[in-house]
């Protein structure tokens, strides 16, 4: 089946500090990949789609300069959250698009961002 | 608006019992509707997913859904709990069809089971 893997798994970074999260799909090219934001207890919520190629698109309200997202190839997109603050703790989940039509996403084990 | 609803934030039942977790969509289109599971501190996994076709679906670890357009309902049962089906259940939704992947989930529910 479709797999998509996360790195790191768990992060622990100061405040202030810049933090990168990889999305891979392992054996199949994602043209999309959307990022989500998980809050303890709370549902995910879509933070933005990354288009290989192009520049992603933000879903509203969420920061941009933030939360940069770069898709550089078929298989790999970064988050990159800037000048992390402790309200940036969160898990971050990234999934990916196999093949064609809505029921094609495959969700990452996911990151566990921890800002102190 | 589109949304999904999830009835009861937590489900408490006895292993070997009945599961029933209810979802309910509001869409202005017939949606795709999605059950995924997710165990602590990993990802999601789907259980089973409506896509127009056979309005009760099966899915993996003996979990089915049934599609109620009169009901805009698409609730998650299993006739016998399992201690290992412990997790948190979300119901997502896709409306757009076509080239819009975007998910909407329900809030949540988690279920324990008691041995």
């Known amino acids: 089946g479709a797999v998509v893997s996360q790195h790191p798994s768990r992060v622990i970074c100061k405040s202030g500090t810049s933090v990168k999260i990889e999305c891979r799909s392992l054996d199949f090219q994602a043209t999309t990949m959307f990022w989500y934001r998980q809050f303890p207890k709370q549902s995910l919520m879509l933070m933005a789609t990354s288009n290989e190629g192009s520049k992603a698109t933000y879903e509203q309200g969420v920061e941009k300069d933030k939360f940069l997202i770069n898709h550089a190839s078929l298989t790999l997109s970064t988050l990159t959250v800037t000048s992390a603050h402790p309200e940036d703790s969160s898990f971050y989940i990234c999934?990916?698009?196999?093949?064609?039509?809505?029921?094609?996403?495959?969700f990452g084990p996911g990151t566990r961002l921890t800002v102190l | 608006a589109q949304s999904v609803t999830q009835l009861g934030s937590h489900v408490s039942v006895s292993e070997g019992a009945l599961v029933l977790l209810r979802c309910n969509y509001s869409?202005?289109?017939?949606?795709?509707l999605f059950w995924y599971v997710q165990y602590p501190n990993q990802g999601l996994q789907l259980l089973l997913k409506?896509?127009?076709?056979a309005t009760l679906v099966k899915g993996i670890n003996g979990f089915e859904a049934e599609f109620k357009k009169s009901e805009t309902s698409f609730h998650l049962t299993k006739p016998s709990a399992h201690m290992s089906d412990a997790a948190e259940y979300f119901c997502a939704m896709n409306w757009g069809g076509g080239s819009n992947y975007k998910l909407t989930f329900g809030k949540g529910t988690l279920l324990t089971v008691n041995p």
């Open positions: 869409s202005s289109v017939p949606p795709y």
């Open positions: 409506y896509t127009s076709a």
């Open positions: 999934s990916a698009i196999r093949g064609t039509g809505p029921d094609t996403q495959y």
